[in-house]
């Protein structure tokens, strides 16, 4: 895939970049492993004042950043202007919890046999970050916050339609003062990520991607012995009982399953809605989804803008037209538009079977699947089968439902009666093939350093009695 800006609400090529040689990427390793030499021993209240700084260039860059990743990756104007600000908004909270998440842990030293015990939170070096185009600040930047927090020092490697917004990152942190090198943009191809991440200079690794992509990074990374965090695919339930708001639910579920044109990993995509409200939550969402605009991005009144890329559009209509072929409804939507651009309508599907493609698949796009259960037992059974398990949905008023839907279902985020989304107040990250590790809070800040325990011995009888004669005289 070239490194180019190529607008998806047209198809138009607006400029083209040549990938690092092994040289240039050569030069940028040894340029931030002499970075993290000196920023390691940056003190945490300085590291907090970049990033204040950095938050506040955001603030004054919203309207050229958000402009720039709906001419990327066609995110609608709205939604990017609020990316730029929750990034803002993520920069300042590790600026003010960040030096309390690094002191040090004290432990139980009489426990121990120790005079003193405690641990200590330490930046491990250069961290390889690999990142998608589908939220091409935010992605980068829950990781690049907490680790240069940390102490630690960042390689980006964007992904390749959205090189301009890759480029903006590494500027930010520059103009807000970090110190030179500490955060690198490294424009290259797929073909790249092997022979950096298996570079000595390299000491982890962290991915936002698909499953085949998280393999590789893995197995990769494990033969040379590194860390890595993984936030893979998902295929989130939306579980809907009789008990729910159903108009809310509803609404709700639009937003879930259209955010972003459809393209987020915590996208609602499969909608399991009990019998007795079927009919009625059906009909709601039908409606809620034929109403969205679908248009220019940049206009204000669009809801829905076009699907990144062309192939990624032909693989949407892959998938809807295997579920036709054996045998689903198409409730809604189900095509594209004639007009230039990757756009695809809004879609409900009915009538999943197991022998239809996007059953246990993830679809990138706004194409909703829809089932009918009989009980909420049902609903998470179906749930669980699927191999991710990222996000969940729940709508409920029972407490028991609530209960047993927090219990059973198998996700890394159980969500009750609103929108799986991410905060940097809460921990975010999957369990089975949605990947491993999390980011944001305390644990993303820590998943990326040395938890270093730290023992000290009781000091010497003649020592103590010496400390004791030096304080007489």
Not at 402 to 408: C, G, N, Y
Not at 431 to 456: D, P
Request: glycine share 8%; with cysteine.
């Amino acid at each position: 895939m070239a490194i180019a800006t190529i607008n998806p609400a047209t198809g138009e090529t607006l400029k083209t970049y040549e990938a690092l040689s092994d040289q240039a990427v050569d030069e940028r390793l040894d340029r931030a492993v002499t970075a993290f030499r000196s920023y390691r021993l940056t003190v945490p209240e300085e590291r907090a004042g970049w990033l204040r700084a950095a938050a506040d260039v955001l603030d004054g860059d919203t309207d050229a950043v958000a402009e720039l990743m709906v001419t990327e990756m066609g995110k609608t104007l709205a939604a990017a202007k609020a990316e730029v600000g929750k990034c803002a908004k993520g920069l300042r909270y590790y600026a003010e919890h960040g030096p309390a998440m690094l002191e040090p842990r004290p432990a139980d030293a009489g426990a121990v046999g120790a005079d003193d015990a405690y641990v200590v939170h330490q930046p491990i070096g250069v961290v390889l970050a690999i990142m998608p185009w589908n939220f091409p600040l935010w992605q980068a930047m829950r990781f690049a916050a907490p680790a240069l927090m940390a102490g630690n020092v960042g390689l980006l490697k964007h992904a390749s339609n959205v090189p301009q917004t890759a480029l903006y990152i590494e500027e930010l942190f520059r103009k807000a003062g970090f110190p030179a090198d500490v955060f690198q943009t490294l424009l290259v191809g797929s073909s790249a990520i092997e022979r950096v991440l298996r570079d000595d200079r390299v000491a982890a690794a962290t991915l936002t991607g698909s499953a085949p992509a998280g393999q590789s990074v893995a197995s990769i990374a494990g033969d040379v012995l590194k860390k890595t965090v993984l936030e893979l695919g998902g295929s989130d339930p939306f579980i809907v009982m009789p008990s729910a708001d159903l108009d809310r639910a509803a609404e709700v579920a639009v937003t879930a399953r259209c955010q972003n044109n459809g393209q987020s990993c915590i996208a609602a995509k499969r909608f399991f809605v009990h019998t007795d409200i079927a009919e009625e939550f059906t009909r709601l969402f039908a409606e809620k989804l034929a109403a969205l605009t679908v248009g220019d991005p940049m206009a204000e009144d669009t809801k829905v803008g076009p699907l990144a890329t062309e192939s990624g559009r032909e693989d949407v209509e892959k998938y809807v037209q295997d579920a036709v072929d054996k045998g689903a409804t198409v409730v809604t939507g189900g095509k594209r538009p004639d007009r230039p651009g990757w756009f695809y309508e809004p879609t409900l599907l009915t009538g999943i079977t197991p022998e239809m493609d996007l059953y246990d698949e993830e679809v990138f796009g706004p194409v909703a699947a829809l089932w009918t259960v009989d009980s909420l037992e049902e609903a998470i059974e179906i749930a669980n089968s699927h191999p991710y398990g990222l996000g969940s949905n729940l709508w409920s008023e029972d407490e028991q439902e609530r209960a047993t839907f927090i219990r059973d279902v198998q996700s890394g985020m159980a969500f009750v009666n609103g929108m799986v989304t991410s905060y940097p107040e809460l921990p975010f990250g999957g369990v089975k093939q949605s990947g491993y590790g999390r980011e944001l809070t305390e644990l993303g800040m820590y998943e990326f350093t040395n938890a270093k325990t730290v023992w000290i011995g009781p000091r010497s009888s003649e020592q103590a009695q010496g400390d004791t004669a030096t304080a007489s005289e």
